[in-house]
């Protein structure tokens, strides 16, 4: 190599072409670092074959190849970039690009169309009030076809396959209201919080374009629940603002509008605000940062320091777990955050990645919070002949089990990879794997719980 | 002669596994290796290699490890893994069946 200690024109030029490619933002450091070594090995060899330096950078840069098309080919690979940077949207028609007009229209209609759903069992005489268990089964049912709808036409799915989603929804239709619930029931309670999960899978099917398998998708899909989440509980604390000071204006000219808040305003504005949010996220990929991510960061050290301190109060002043009725229920949401906060790790880690101190970190949280729940688990296991199995009981454990599985699992594959033995891609891979299992067990609380206990 | 575009895309994953199975290697020796073995004929474009890699490491077929070369710069070295004995196996045989099917085509082609 010709001079590589003093800035010599050769070194002026590879700088250059090094800030050029980064600021195109589909290649990161590392990258454009081992692309850089290339170069510099190509002028080489053209140096020693009698080159000036200057002549051997340019044929070095040109048998580099297309910019353009480099970039795309790595943005294709790190599909997980393309949720940040539009790099490919130029010429690529599954890239996210910007809103157009149909698209606002679509989604216009489709939130109003969801809007107008939650209203629809009030023109045959069933009104919100007084029917809350009924509304409470049926919501996800009112806005996720929609959203489903939405996301299938963005993708632009074949109408077979758009068909083959109505059954799921038609079966869960039938499933949330054959069933003689009783007005308390537990049973139909664990329905209205099981079917959005069984149907969520839906929605993803629909988001990754009936391609389930393919590719990265089901990461993106994660991605967009996430997001979707916060976008979300945002509008909704706008809503909440704009209902509260209409009520109060309202009031000021003592006229009562509570019946538009409680019949219009909030039930109507919470289902269009899923489209909305749906429709936000797909637009907005690019403006704003991840933030389930950024929060993520935020929290699983928090959480592990929780945990910690935990375990030794529990250690330090031995006592025991008091099994109370629904103990379970405390450590399942426990598990359920722990996985939350590894899945939205994972989904915003570069997978070729250098394990790194926030890695160990990870690690530490989900087995301590592996220790904990096994603590609770032993608790509960020598008392269950005093329970009985209720359906809450059943379906908390099922969960439990579900979680721990996953927990156990990441943990192995994330020491794997700390101590360089697996790469992080296997732990994304098994994440992604376990989703359906979530939805496949909803569906099993959804059917089989009411009829085994009786719609108790 | 050059090959085109969908059969160098196609030739990429068997040829950088084969390459590797020799050893362990880096982008820049990869294509010099190839340029090499083709007798100049298989000419990809150098950054387009790179995209591959990293497909096959995420992939788990290679492993990939930072390490100082000989002249003092960092370098990104690649090895097979054994995944990736295993896809270059099952690929060799396909390329196989399809190489004795065009030669079985084009010798009949010849006698008739």
Not at chain 1, 35 to 57: P, Y
Not at chain 1, 177 to 196: C, Q, Y
Not at chain 1, 250 to 268: M, S, T, V
Request: glycine fraction near 8%; aromatic fraction near 12%; hydrophobic fraction near 55%.
């Amino acid at each position: 190599m010709t001079a590589s200690f003093d800035r010599s024109p050769l070194e002026e030029q590879i700088a250059q072409w090094r800030l050029y490619v980064l600021r195109r933002g589909a290649l990161h450091g590392p990258e454009v670092e081992e692309l850089e070594g290339h170069l510099r090995d190509q002028i080489a060899v053209l140096s020693e074959a009698g080159l000036a330096g200057d002549e051997a950078f340019l044929i070095a840069v040109k048998r580099m190849g297309n910019l353009d098309a480099l970039s795309r080919e790595f943005a294709r690979e790190h599909s997980e970039r393309l949720w940040k940077q539009l790099v490919i949207a130029p010429d690529a028609a599954d890239g996210p690009g910007k809103p157009t007009l149909t698209e606002t229209l679509v989604v216009l209609s489709v939130a109003v169309a969801a809007a107008l759903t939650i209203k629809l069992p009030a023109l045959f005489g069933f009104q919100l009030a007084g029917n809350e268990p009924f509304y409470a089964r049926n919501v996800s049912l009112f806005v996720l076809p929609h959203l489903t709808a939405y996301l299938g036409w963005k993708r632009g799915l074949a109408v077979v396959t758009g068909v083959w989603l109505v059954l799921p929804f038609a079966a869960a239709a039938v499933f949330a209201n054959v069933f003689p619930f009783g007005n308390r029931s537990d049973t139909g309670v664990l329905t209205a919080l099981h079917l959005p999960i069984m149907l969520w899978l839906v929605v993803g099917v629909a988001y990754v374009g009936g391609r389930w398998f393919a590719g990265g998708g089901r990461m993106d899909f994660v991605r967009f629940s996430g997001e979707l989440f916060i976008y979300y509980v945002l509008i909704a604390l706008g809503g909440g603002v704009l209902t509260g000071l209409t009520m109060m204006m309202f009031n000021a000219i003592n006229i009562k509008a509570d019946w538009l808040a409680e019949q219009w305003l909030i039930p109507c504005g919470a289902m269009g605000a899923v489209l909305v949010g749906a429709w936000l996220v797909e637009a907005k990929q690019s403006v704003i940062e991840n933030m389930a991510p950024v929060l993520t960061r935020l929290f699983t050290p928090l959480f592990t320091v929780v945990l910690l301190v935990f375990l030794a109060t529990m250690v330090w002043t031995g006592n025991p777990i008091d099994v109370k009725r629904e103990v379970l229920i405390v450590f399942d949401l426990l598990l359920v955050l722990v996985v939350g906060l590894v899945l939205y790790t994972a989904s915003a880690r570069d997978p070729q990645a250098r394990p790194d101190f926030f890695d160990g970190l990870q690690l530490l949280l989900v087995v301590s919070a592996l220790v904990v729940d096994a603590l609770a688990l032993v608790a509960i296991g020598a008392r269950i002949s005093g329970f009985g199995f209720t359906p809450n009981r059943v379906a908390a454990l099922g969960e439990n089990l579900i979680l721990l599985v996953n927990l156990t699992w990441s943990a192995w594959l994330y020491a794997r990879f700390l101590r360089d033995r697996g790469s992080f891609a296997v732990l994304e891979r098994w994440q992604i794997a376990y989703l359906p299992v979530y939805s496949i067990w909803a569906t099993l609380v959804v059917v089989l719980f009411p009829v085994v206990f009786g719609y108790r | 002669m050059e090959l085109g575009k969908d059969l160098v895309a196609a030739s990429a994953t068997p040829l950088v596994l084969a390459i590797l199975a020799e050893g362990e290697s880096y982008g820049y020796a990869i294509i010099k290796r190839v340029t090499e073995l083709s007798g100049g004929h298989v000419q990809w474009t150098d950054g387009m290699l790179y995209p591959v890699l990293h497909r096959l490491e995420r992939n788990g077929l290679v492993a990939a490890k930072w390490r100082a070369s000989e002249s003092g710069r960092k370098r990104k070295y690649y090895r097979i893994t054994k995944e990736g004995r295993a896809q270059l196996a099952f690929q060799r045989q396909q390329w196989q069946v399809v190489a004795s099917t065009l030669r079985g085509l084009w010798m009949k082609a010849c006698t008739t």
